[in-house]
């Protein structure tokens, strides 16, 4: 299944899509896909209900309605660095043994299409297309790596903005750098684990104003999402709904010679193969 949520900010509604056009309407049902709906088991629930109504004909057709970040805002966003061995070489930095973790503050989740906001005071703002995983239940303490498999709900595509002299040379953790005000685009849909083959053979790309400046596969991740799922689960409690983000291949702006930066008017377009795609303006400071 792929799951949006349609409609304006604060308003959106659950659906789930079935092809570019049209959609299985599940607000009567699921008042959110957020916390409870994934605790709960709602992906089996709401399951054979969208293939009823699909079959019965009990569709709706998009009609350029905004769309919202594929979930509700989630209990935490939880970030992934360095996890492309070719990312970790534009940047100058050793391959890490094992997944470094920083987190960013959840009320940075927007739209796929919703504006990103150069923050006050922000002298180098980056681009980060990332495989984003949604947890699937309450997590902790999995035995193994085969079992994080089934506490992922499914993926979708994250731009993990950042600002990197916030975020490298104003001390402290890397949040600093990665939590500003819209800084986690997220979407168009979610696409449930089962639907995908594989999640390791996924294409990545990201554009800046029609230039192609990221190109990657998931495949040249160093920890894999079930990997990264097991391992986090060693030492927090990973909640129904949380979001983590894996990573970025190489590309981002820090890793050009000299490097590019994001400025008010550039347009951010960024995908993932079965995910969907994004599209961004950039502002300015507020």
Known sequence: MQLMR???????????????????????????FNEEFFGSGGLDTIAPLVTARAAAGEVATFDGERIGAPIARPHQILCIGLNYRD????????????????????????GPNDDV?????????DWEVELGIVVGRRTSYLPS???????????????DVSERAFQMERGGQW??????ETFNPAGPWLTTA?????????????????????TGNTRTMIFDPYFIVHHLSQFMVLEPGDLINTGTPPGVGMGFVPPVWLKPGDVMELGISGLGSQRQNVLEPR
Not at 90 to 103: D, R, S
Not at 117 to 125: D, E, F, N, S, V
Not at 200 to 209: I, K, T
Request: net charge negative; charged share 30%; proline share 8%.
């Open 175 to 180: 949040c600093k750098g990665k939590s500003a």
């Open 6 to 32: 349609i409609g304006q900010p604060g308003h959106e509604k659950p659906v789930a899509r079935l092809d570019e056009r049209t959609y299985v309407d599940l607000s009567d049902v699921v008042p959110d």
């Open 87 to 110: 990312h970790a070489a534009e940047t100058g930095q050793a391959v890490p043994e094992e997944p470094i973790l920083f987190t960013k503050s959840p009320n940075t989740l927007i």
């Open 194 to 214: 089962d639907d995908i083959r594989d999640v390791l053979s996924l294409d990545m790309w990201l554009d800046v104003n029609g230039t192609r400046r990221q």
């Open 117 to 125: 906001r150069i923050p006050r005071g922000a002298t180098k703002p």
């Open 145 to 159: 790596v085969d079992e994080a498999k089934d506490a992922i709900a499914g993926y979708c595509v994250v731009n």
